[in-house]
């Protein structure tokens, strides 16, 4: 199915059925002027910061965002300018949109209608769609995050415009077991996803993404074809908001989540330990992110729990408390009575023991070492050295810290047994002792063995979890640098890099320029065409500055369909011709559609490192004003 058969839903009559609905929600303030403000071709960051500044609540917000490790921030952000540079102005709007839903609609009339759930689940919505996108790379993950925060909106408005009416829908719904959608039908003549693909496309986001809401929760409906853009956003979002179905749920309601949420993972062959540490990142992001946006979440166990207890079993295995084989104990009896060490060495293998014996300090304190000991037990009899010589250095090994120590004797003075302790013994017992009540010590010993085994194997999982979260991070560094539509690296590679090369020149003076490149018109292309036939655009353009470029220079798309090239050891003239002959490649490109060309042409401004530029954001902000120049002159 094409994108244009996906869109079908949107029939006239609903948009009619959409402006006759009053009270829906809808931004407020700064968030719809930006909506406005966006329909303008050459909106500047300037501008949209003026908008975004009238509203104090919305600039913490996105600073605090801008600055948050999801974001991935490169270096604190203190003003709005700085924060629509970071998080992109597309992004920002969205945000902007989401922010203003929250803070308007966090209560209602409907008594039904759960609404810090809702606002729960729509946040793990779009955090799972902004994680899960970084790794199906099928849109730009804050896009997603946006998108899955507002799929649900139709449930919402649905609850504002008809909160009696929702109320009894809502009840009806949960006591028949009857499809939600039916029963929306039936009661409002439109259902909450046709609601909420025509709420999404009256605020202008993407047809593509308007499809995706509308499917999502039946996405083998849509027909998509793997490998389109649709199959890829369509299914990352029945991924997700299966996995913020599981945030949200009860916990005796979890296990029977668990086999959408896999079934919709196996679209991008994702299975086993890495969907389920993709879960664990959902998880804590949400939990973040709950926090930064006063909205409730929940403690959520490991996914690897999760997916054990939700596996079949047959029908005949028996369910029972989970048993793990423990190895046998290990003792090392240091002794030179014979008599004595028979007859403790019999209590010590009733009791599940396994022993060594060793006739020396020296003898002893290499068994020990080798690792294969767990319980110490010495003669008070031996000579000092033999018997607590060893110890402090013992004690000083990782091995040796974890080992109890028994002691045994005929009769100590005070003196004798502070000796004793202080030389890393743990226990001291008389030699003269029953088997019951050796038996009984013996019994507290295995305790803080077994204590000691579980600290062993956690610190062992803590390693390999390291192990595996710094491959995690590797790949999620290498997603978060690289725009997904390009391939060029994204606006966070470039400032960092920008950075790096502007620290350069510093040391060395060489010269440091950049350009800021701006499609003419590409507004008008995404609104005639189509946004598929807008990406091929961009990918083609992006292609051809890349092959038009020298080796030294540095492409990143900045935003939407804005380029900066950094070019290292650049005079302004040398950047001006460089400039001029990706001017010229780019005007002889040309797209054939329904028998009419499209072209295209590009603004650009150039900026090179001065006095007057004290610092990379200033050389940004002097390109920026060079490419405003040009489209001011005629593009």
Same mark, same amino acid.
């Given at each position: 199915?094409?994108?244009?058969?996906?869109?079908?839903?949107?029939?006239?009559?609903?948009?009619?059925?959409?402006?006759?609905?009053?009270?829906?929600?809808?931004?407020?303030?700064?968030?719809?002027?930006?909506?406005?403000?966006?329909?303008?071709?050459?909106?500047?960051?300037?501008?949209?910061?003026?908008?975004?500044?009238?509203?104090?609540?919305?600039?913490?917000?996105?600073?605090?965002?801008?600055?948050?490790?999801?974001?991935?921030?490169?270096?604190?952000?203190?003003?709005?300018?700085?924060?629509?540079?970071?998080?992109?102005?597309?992004?920002?709007?969205?945000?902007?949109?989401?922010?203003?839903?929250?803070?308007?609609?966090?209560?209602?009339?409907?008594? #039904?209608?759960?609404?810090?759930?809702?606002?729960?689940?729509?946040?793990?919505?779009?955090?799972?769609?902004?994680?899960?996108?970084?790794?199906?790379?099928?849109?730009?993950?804050?896009?997603?995050?946006?998108?899955?925060?507002?799929?649900?909106?139709?449930?919402?408005?649905?609850?504002?415009?008809?909160?009696?009416?929702? #109320?009894?829908?809502?009840?009806?719904?949960?006591?028949?077991?009857?499809?939600?959608?039916?029963?929306?039908?039936?009661?409002?003549?439109?259902?909450?996803?046709?609601?909420?693909?025509?709420?999404?496309?009256?605020?202008?986001?993407?047809?593509?993404?308007?499809?995706?809401?509308?499917?999502?929760?039946?996405?083998?409906?849509?027909?998509?074809?793997?490998? +389109?853009?649709?199959?890829?956003?369509?299914?990352?979002?029945?991924?997700?908001?299966?996995?913020?179905?599981?945030?949200?749920?009860?916990?005796?309601?979890?296990?029977?989540?668990?086999?959408?949420?896999?079934?919709?993972?196996?679209?991008?062959?994702?299975?086993?330990?890495?969907?389920?540490?993709?879960?664990?990142?959902?998880?804590?992001?949400?939990?973040?992110?709950?926090?930064?946006?006063?909205?409730?979440?929940?403690?959520?166990?490991?996914?690897?729990?999760?997916?054990?207890?939700?596996?079949?079993?047959?029908?005949?295995?028996?369910?029972?408390?989970?048993?793990?084989?423990?190895?046998?104990?290990?003792?090392?009896?240091?002794?030179?009575?014979?008599?004595? #060490?028979?007859?403790?060495?019999?209590?010590?293998?009733?009791?599940?023991?396994?022993?060594?014996?060793?006739?020396?300090?020296?003898? #002893?304190?290499?068994?020990?070492?080798?690792?294969?000991?767990?319980?110490?037990?010495?003669?008070?009899?031996?000579?000092? +050295?033999?018997?607590?010589?060893?110890?402090?250095?013992?004690?000083?090994?990782?091995?040796?810290?974890?080992?109890?120590?028994?002691?045994?004797?005929?009769?100590?003075?005070?003196?004798?047994?502070?000796?004793?302790?202080?030389?890393?013994?743990?226990?001291?017992?008389?030699?003269?002792?029953?088997?019951?009540?050796?038996?009984?010590?013996?019994?507290?010993?295995?305790?803080?063995?077994?204590?000691?085994?579980?600290?062993?194997?956690?610190?062992?999982?803590?390693?390999?979890?390291?192990?595996?979260?710094?491959?995690?991070?590797?790949?999620?560094?290498?997603?978060?640098?690289?725009?997904?539509?390009?391939?060029?690296?994204?606006?966070?590679?470039?400032?960092?890099?920008?950075?790096?090369?502007?620290?350069?020149?510093?040391?060395?003076?060489?010269?440091?320029?950049?350009?800021?490149?701006?499609?003419?018109?590409?507004?008008?292309?995404?609104?005639?065409?189509?946004?598929?036939?807008?990406?091929?655009?961009?990918?083609?353009?992006?292609?051809?500055?890349?092959?038009?470029?020298?080796?030294?220079?540095?492409?990143?798309?900045?935003?939407?369909?804005?380029?900066?090239?950094?070019?290292?050891?650049?005079?302004?003239?040398?950047?001006?011709?460089?400039?001029?002959?990706?001017?010229?490649?780019?005007?002889?490109?040309?797209?054939?559609?329904?028998?009419?060309?499209?072209?295209?042409?590009?603004?650009?401004?150039?900026?090179?490192?001065?006095?007057? +530029?004290?610092?990379?954001?200033?050389?940004?902000?002097?390109?920026?004003?060079?490419?405003?120049?040009?489209?001011?002159?005629?593009?």
């Amino acid at each position: 199915m094409t994108l244009k058969q996906a869109i079908s839903f949107l029939r006239p009559e609903v948009f009619r059925r959409l402006e006759s609905m009053t009270g829906l929600p809808s931004p407020k303030g700064a968030a719809l002027a930006l909506l406005r403000l966006a329909q303008k071709d050459d909106v500047t960051v300037a501008e949209m910061a003026r908008v975004i500044q009238t509203d104090p609540a919305l600039v913490g917000r996105l600073i605090k965002v801008a600055n948050s490790a999801q974001m991935g921030a490169h270096r604190p952000v203190a003003a709005v300018p700085d924060a629509l540079v970071v998080l992109g102005m597309r992004t920002v709007r969205y945000l902007a949109l989401g922010f203003s839903l929250i803070s308007e609609h966090r209560h209602g009339g409907c008594t #039904a209608f759960d609404y810090a759930r809702y606002w729960s689940h729509s946040l793990a919505f779009g955090v799972a769609a902004r994680v899960f996108a970084n790794e199906t790379r099928c849109a730009p993950a804050e896009e997603m995050f946006s998108l899955g925060l507002l799929a649900r909106i139709g449930e919402l408005a649905l609850a504002t415009v008809h909160p009696d009416r929702y #109320a009894d829908v809502l009840r009806a719904a949960k006591e028949s077991g009857k499809l939600l959608v039916e029963l929306e039908s039936e009661a409002f003549a439109l259902n909450h996803r046709e609601l909420s693909a025509a709420m999404l496309s009256e605020w202008g986001l993407p047809e593509l993404f308007v499809a995706s809401v509308f499917y999502h929760e039946r996405p083998e409906e849509a027909g998509a074809e793997p490998g +389109t853009r649709l199959f890829g956003t369509l299914w990352t979002l029945a991924l997700a908001r299966h996995i913020a179905d599981v945030c949200v749920a009860a916990a005796s309601d979890r296990a029977q989540s668990m086999a959408p949420l896999r079934l919709a993972a196996a679209q991008f062959s994702l299975t086993g330990q890495a969907l389920e540490a993709l879960c664990d990142q959902v998880v804590r992001e949400w939990q973040a992110w709950a926090a930064l946006l006063s909205v409730d979440s929940q403690q959520v166990p490991p996914f690897a729990e999760l997916s054990e207890s939700s596996k079949p079993r047959a029908a005949d295995e028996p369910v029972l408390p989970e048993q793990v084989a423990e190895p046998p104990f290990r003792a090392l009896m240091l002794t030179a009575e014979d008599r004595w #060490a028979d007859t403790l060495g019999a209590w010590l293998r009733e009791a599940g023991f396994v022993l060594q014996r060793a006739s020396s300090g020296e003898q #002893a304190l290499a068994l020990a070492l080798d690792g294969q000991v767990e319980l110490l037990i010495l003669d008070a009899a031996l000579p000092a +050295t033999d018997c607590c010589g060893f110890l402090p250095s013992l004690r000083q090994t990782r091995i040796g810290r974890g080992l109890y120590i028994l002691l045994l004797a005929d009769a100590l003075e005070e003196a004798s047994l502070v000796r004793f302790y202080e030389s890393g013994v743990d226990e001291a017992l008389p030699k003269e002792i029953s088997s019951r009540v050796f038996q009984a010590r013996l019994r507290a010993a295995k305790r803080l063995i077994l204590l000691q085994r579980e600290v062993e194997r956690d610190r062992e999982e803590i390693r390999r979890f390291a192990a595996e979260l710094a491959v995690a991070n590797r790949r999620l560094q290498q997603a978060a640098m690289t725009d997904v539509l390009t391939g060029l690296p994204n606006r966070r590679y470039a400032l960092q890099r920008f950075e790096q090369e502007w620290r350069a020149a510093s040391r060395t003076g060489a010269a440091l320029s950049c350009m800021l490149i701006d499609l003419d018109y590409f507004k008008t292309i995404n609104d005639t065409w189509g946004h598929e036939v807008g990406d091929l655009v961009l990918r083609d353009i992006a292609q051809t500055m890349r092959k038009n470029l020298r080796a030294r220079d540095i492409l990143c798309r900045y935003a939407g369909d804005e380029f900066l090239v950094i070019s290292p050891e650049t005079s302004l003239s040398e950047a001006v011709r460089c400039a001029e002959r990706i001017r010229r490649a780019i005007a002889d490109l040309s797209w054939e559609r329904e028998g009419k060309v499209i072209t295209c042409s590009i603004s650009v401004g150039i900026a090179s490192r001065s006095q007057a +530029t004290p610092d990379v954001d200033s050389l940004i902000r002097e390109a920026d004003r060079g490419a405003y120049e040009a489209k001011a002159r005629g593009r």
